[in-house]
């Protein structure tokens, strides 16, 4: 097959080549006119000695997909028939495809390539020198060339490699390439991804991985998710990245049109696959009569002629799917030879008849929208990290990065993967959706009730990335935040707590050294105003342990988890008492919280000093202004706060009951409160915002502005240009996209931000009478608006008086959802657990030209609730009626509640809610989760919204710009 080449086995080019795999067959391969020469890695397995006897995969594919009927990813409720989509690309697929990017309504290859050319700068930046860029598929010359052309002159040391199964398309590839790029070494790696792919995690140089081209939107999403998780666990480590190219939702009109051009090459295209289906099995037959393939006689089993191509696009889903239809009656009748095998592979080799109108499905066209990046990427194990858009956006390149670690297990796709289902798993039928509930949040499911060995072992390599890798071992002693003890102690503290509880949960005793669990039981949180006013406390010993110590321990009661867990394994039978396991569940969310303070300490280090765990670039700021909308509610008498039906004296000593729902002791009992008619903005404060506010203030002399500067910023200049501390790189607020962040401020900062603005803060009961009602509405009004388009939402309604109307067309009893513990609602795309190291932008009031997909049709304005970073609110931290403290942790909360004599003192704590970047979703997502700080503490990742009373009026009201 590679006769065409001149080529030799090189092992001298070899030698000094980076090389995923010294092991393969290696030829150097020269054009006979140029000194220029390419690796070729041949990777294919050789075909098995029995290959003859055996019907070739896609022999065996064509005659299952055409004798089944399956319910396909395209219709929830029909049956169809199918060919397998890469019968789309023999030669003149391939010509006919090539063809197709050039014709104006085909506008993924247009958008790409505008992209590629207007902003090369940006995604050359994410390639470093002396890496690996590694092409899924070889590309075509057309868009890889203008990559290549940037990295010729701005890059040193790249090797290109280029993967494809066929070794012709990668010869004519690279013969051109190598010949043009001097600067770049070009290698070719012939075999499947799967065979290619693993070879690089060997290999010890930065990796770039582009999969452009929108190839990616011809897997359901489920196959997407897995085919990235697959490479990201079996080519990337750390920091490597990947690039993909996806076309995004957009009006279906355009979509349609691109899928049927004027010009008709994809009419061809499409139906081409018959012709080809038909080649395939009648040199297959051949070879069974023993005639060589040329001299196949073989009838072809489709008529072509008597079939169309047509297409539909769900707008929901975002998918275009063609389909072959038969025009007229017809029969697909199999060679006489090939009925053994068409027996064995479905029962009956009877011919199959295709009535008119019959459509056997062949290519799905995914398109993105916005939340679909992060579904992706968190169900891959990455971090979407950047997004480069043509000028319409309509497609778009996406960067995703690996990081050292994630926080939560991935998203399983196995059972939304079977031949009868599509990701999101069977939920796309309307028959189990009735409601027609966004997908994404069909598929999501209260968590169990102890967390699993997974989720645990998720938690403990981002808590080791944080105090092992972030913080480096020389800085353990340090301790940036006064308020709080070195970082060491948390190290210890951790596994203490940890400790302490299962031994009670086991009722053994503690693991040794047991003076750790005196030395590290429990921190300090002292008065701000007075520092000598703490809590109890674990003494301070003179000198803290070693820490190679602390880590052994840390390790012994590691195993002791591990250990209980798997003895309490849903699946063993072996059920604990609810005693044991809120100990457990206990010493998990303790170590998630802790997550989230170390993180907090960390970010206050010298920035030079922080190790940043992924390499991140922050967005140029273009001028956008945060949305600025609001949104009303009616209230009522029966805003329900807390958790029911979780009192650790009522449950003591018995089982542990499925589904129980934990939460810590200020979280109940539940009860229902007043609110009265209010409206919330949309969006909280962005660190811009508060920019502008800051400068007001000086510059109209006030003298308190120091103690207005948020300790989330760094000063960078005396003309007041201020970066945002993370532990990824502090972008600047005037420059960057962090000028579009929440700002993070104490709760005194941001009443001195309201009060400047005529406004105050929501309380708690109003913070999360909007957040769950907000979610729900819109996570039923896009389903009923779409399904039905009887519903709009107009400015001067309430969220709660919309919802009520949907409830009661769909006859859903509300208080199901608002007694719920979990907020199933939460946007996919929400910024908890470390999606990204960093918040990310609001959104703005004058995004990119991008549609608004299904949004548009209800009308509720966009508003964002969890996530990003926790909410002040006006309430201050007091026990809801009939509390008792936990008897397992009794200082938990009752030690921070302060008589409300004291309110507004700094050092009076105040409910947060919500959930930050460094929140761990199962508490993100647990409604009746309560945080707490002082008023006064400037470090936690807390922001804030406006509050007014009252329904808001239509016109938008304009926080005062400087
Ligand atoms: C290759 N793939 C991304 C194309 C697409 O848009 O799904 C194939 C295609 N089918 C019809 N036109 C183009």
């Not at 275009?320 to 017809?330: N, V």
């Not at 109890?536 to 840390?554: D, G, K, M, Q, T």
Request: with cysteine; aromatic share 10%.
């Amino acid at each position: 097959m590679v006769a065409t080449a001149d080529y030799d086995i090189a092992s001298s080019f070899a030698a000094h080549s980076p090389s995923p795999d010294s092991g393969k067959a290696i030829v150097a391969v020269a054009d006979a006119s140029s000194a220029h020469k390419y690796q070729f890695i041949e990777y294919r397995a050789a075909a098995s000695p029995n290959h003859h006897k055996n019907v070739p995969p896609m022999v065996t594919q064509i005659i299952d997909g055409l004798t089944k009927r399956r319910l396909l990813p395209t219709d929830g409720n029909s049956e169809n028939r199918s060919l397998p989509t890469v019968l789309l690309y023999d030669d003149k697929g391939l010509n006919l495809f090539d063809r197709i990017t050039y014709v104006p309504e085909y506008y993924l290859a247009e958008c790409e390539i505008d992209v590629l050319k207007t902003r090369t700068r940006e995604i050359v930046a994410e390639i470093p020198n002396d890496s690996d860029v590694i092409e899924l598929g070889c590309g075509s010359l057309r868009k890889t060339q203008l990559l290549l052309d940037a990295l010729d002159q701005m890059r040193s040391g790249i090797t290109y490699y280029a993967i494809d199964v066929m070794p012709m398309p990668l010869h004519s590839a690279l013969g051109t390439l190598a010949e043009k790029y001097k600067n770049i070494t070009f290698v070719a790696l012939c075999g499947t991804y799967d065979e290619v792919l693993t070879h690089f995690k060997k290999a010890t140089r930065r990796k770039t991985l582009l999969w452009l081209g929108s190839s990616i939107g011809n897997n359901s999403r489920a196959e997407s998710i897995e085919f990235l998780s697959s490479i990201t666990d079996n080519a990337l480590v750390a920091n490597d990245a990947i690039i993909i190219g996806m076309d995004r939702k957009k009006d279906p009109d355009v979509i349609m049109a691109a899928y049927h051009d004027s010009e008709g090459l994809t009419n061809q295209f499409e139906l081409n696959a018959l012709s080809h289906v038909n080649n395939i099995i009648s040199e297959y037959t051949a070879t069974l009569k023993g005639l060589i393939a040329a001299d196949s006689v073989a009838d072809d089993i489709f008529d072509v002629e008597k079939f169309c191509y047509t297409g539909d696009y769900d707008e929901v889903v975002g998918r275009h799917s063609a389909y072959l239809e038969a025009r007229e009656d017809t029969m697909i009748s199999w060679p006489r030879e090939l009925a053994p095998a068409v027996e064995r592979i479905c029962g009956n080799s009877s011919d199959i008849a295709i009535k008119r109108g019959e459509r056997i499905y062949i290519e799905s066209s995914y398109k993105y929208g916005k939340e679909d990046f992060e579904i992706l990427a968190q169900g891959s194990g990455l971090v979407h990290s950047a997004e480069w858009s043509d000028s319409r956006s309509y497609y778009s390149l996406n960067l995703f990065r690996k990081p050292r670690s994630t926080m939560s297990p991935r998203t399983d796709v196995t059972a939304a993967k079977g031949a009868n289902s599509n990701f999101w798993g069977s939920v796309e039928s309307r028959a189990q959706n009735p409601l027609h509930l966004p997908l994404n949040v069909m598929a999501r499911k209260q968590p169990s009730t102890i967390p699993r060995k997974n989720e645990w072992e998720h938690l403990w390599s981002v808590w080791d990335t944080l105090s092992l890798h972030i913080i480096p071992r020389s800085k353990l002693l340090d301790r940036p935040i006064d308020l709080r003890h070195p970082f060491i102690f948390y190290l210890g503290h951790l596994s203490a707590f940890a400790d302490i509880h299962m031994a009670a949960a086991e009722c053994t005793p503690l693991t040794q050294p047991e003076s750790f669990a005196q030395w590290f039981e429990r921190g300090i949180d002292p008065n701000m105003v007075d520092p000598t006013i703490c809590h109890s406390h674990s003494e301070i010993p003179a000198e803290w342990p070693e820490v190679n110590a602390i880590l052994a321990y840390r390790d012994r009661v590691r195993a002791r988890i591990t250990n209980w867990i798997g003895v309490h394994d849903e699946t063993s039978g072996v059920v604990p008492t609810a005693d044991a396991a809120r100990h457990v569940w206990m010493a998990f969310e303790h170590e998630a919280m802790h997550i989230e303070t170390m993180l907090y300490m960390a970010v206050q280090m010298n920035p030079a000093e922080i190790c940043s765990p992924i390499v991140t670039t922050f967005a140029a700021y273009h001028g956008a202004q945060p949305r600025e909308s609001w949104i009303s509610y009616t209230g009522g008498s029966n805003i329900l706060l807390g958790l029911h039906n979780d009192s650790e004296g009522a449950l003591k000593s018995q089982m542990l009951s499925s589904g129980h729902v934990f939460g810590w002791d200020n979280e109940g009992p539940s009860m229902a409160v007043s609110v009265k008619p209010f409206s919330v903005r949309t969006q909280p404060i962005t660190n811009g915002e508060y920019l502008r506010f800051l400068k007001t203030r000086l510059s109209a002399g006030q003298d308190d502005c120091d103690n207005l500067v948020p300790k989330s910023w760094v000063q960078l200049d005396e003309c007041g240009d201020y970066t945002v501390r993370t532990v990824v790189g502090n972008p600047s607020i005037t420059s960057t996209e962090a000028s579009l962040w929440p700002v993070f401020v104490s709760q005194k900062q941001a009443t001195a931000y309201t009060s400047w603005c005529g406004k105050r803060l929501p309380s708690e009961a109003e913070w999360t009478h909007a957040s769950r009602t907000y979610h729900l509405a819109r996570a039923l009004g896009k389903s009923t608006s779409t399904a039905q388009n009887s519903f709009g939402f107009q400015t001067s309604q309430s969220v709660d008086a919309y919802l009520s109307n949907l409830l009661a067309t769909q006859g859903i009893d509300a208080s199901e959802y608002t007694r719920a513990a979990f907020d199933l609602f939460v946007p996919a795309d929400a910024n908890i657990g470390f999606a990204h190291w960093h918040p990310v932008p609001e959104a703005t009031a004058h995004p990119p030209d991008a549609y608004a997909g299904d949004d548009k049709e209800n009308g509720l304005p966009e508003a964002r609730f969890i996530g990003n970073g926790w909410e002040w609110t006006s309430t201050q931290f007091h026990p809801f009626d009939d509390f008792s403290p936990s008897e397992m942790y009794p200082g938990y909360s009752a030690d921070f509640f302060d008589p409300p004599s004291t309110s507004d003192a700094d050092y009076t704590h105040y409910v947060v809610k919500g959930a930050s970047y460094a929140t761990h979703r199962r508490m993100a997502h647990r409604q009746t989760f309560r945080n707490w700080y002082q008023r006064g503490y400037p470090y936690v990742l807390a922001t804030f919204r406006l509050y007014r009373r009252g329904m808001c009026d239509l016109e938008p009201e304009l926080v005062p710009l400087v």
